[in-house]
């Protein structure tokens, strides 16, 4: 089945910091999605964003499909942005999680 | 804006007991799917469901889960004799065909199922 693959599986920043995440799969995929798990545990939609590039805010997200990878940038981060990050890919009726990033904004 | 609901929140069951874990998708939507979390772990497929079926499961669903749509908003999962690791939080998706042929998946708050 599909691979998918995060990087790195945790990060640390101060507020105001910029990152990058990636999220690498090992098949073509219809459909990739970005989400914020926050620390009530709540999956937040952030992209669907089978190719091309997006911007939402602070959040902007590129996914280069013939290549099988999604990037998330986060800008400005804020101490709110803590949580896990995860991508998910669509294989036959189905979303195929990350492991996730992890990541720690700190005031 | 539409959202997926789920209840309850939290259950706490001993092992052996049957649970229902209910959701209500966005109501315009025809495709709906079961994921599970255990703590710390990644969020993992469990079924999906389309016209009134299954259209796909993992090897996680066994004989042990059902799901069933009893009316036209309700979705509901079973477990039919809890185990100890069944201890996961159970989200519910529902989607829908867009413009660009994609589905993209809207998921709900979650069920937390604790099994002593």
């Known amino acids: 089945g599909i691979q998918v693959e995060q990087s790195p599986p945790d990060l640390i920043l101060q507020e105001g910091a910029n990152s990058t995440l990636r999220c690498n799969f090992s098949?073509?995929?219809?459909?990739l999605q970005w989400f914020h798990q926050n620390p009530w545990g709540q999956l937040i939609n952030l992209f669907y964003?089978?190719?091309g590039t997006k911007q939402n805010g602070r959040l902007s997200a590129t996914t280069v499909a013939t290549e099988r990878y999604s990037l998330l940038y986060i800008s400005s981060s804020q101490t709110t942005d803590s949580g896990v990050y995860f991508c998910a890919v669509e294989a036959t009726d189905k979303l195929i999680f990350g492991t996730g990033t992890r990541l720690q904004v700190f005031p | 804006e539409p959202e997926v609901t789920q209840t309850p929140s939290h259950q706490v069951t001993q092992m052996g007991q049957e649970v229902i874990l209910r959701c209500v998708p966005i109501?315009?939507?025809?495709?709906f799917y079961w994921y599970r979390q255990i703590l710390g772990q990644k969020v993992e497929f469990l079924v999906s469901?389309?016209?009134?079926?299954?259209?796909?499961k993992s090897e996680i669903f066994d004989d042990q889960f059902s799901v069933e749509r009893p009316d036209g908003s309700n979705f509901t999962l079973k477990i039919r004799s809890t185990k100890l690791e069944d201890s996961a939080m159970y989200f519910c998706?529902?989607?829908?065909?867009?413009?660009?042929?994609?589905?993209?998946?809207?998921f709900g708050p979650g069920t937390r199922l604790t099994v002593t």
């Open positions: 964003i089978p190719s």
């Open positions: 098949d073509s995929v219809n459909n």
């Open positions: 998706a529902s989607s829908t065909p867009g413009g660009t042929g994609g589905y993209e998946q809207y």
């Open positions: 109501s315009n939507h025809l495709y």
């Open positions: 469901f389309y016209n009134n079926e299954i259209s796909e």
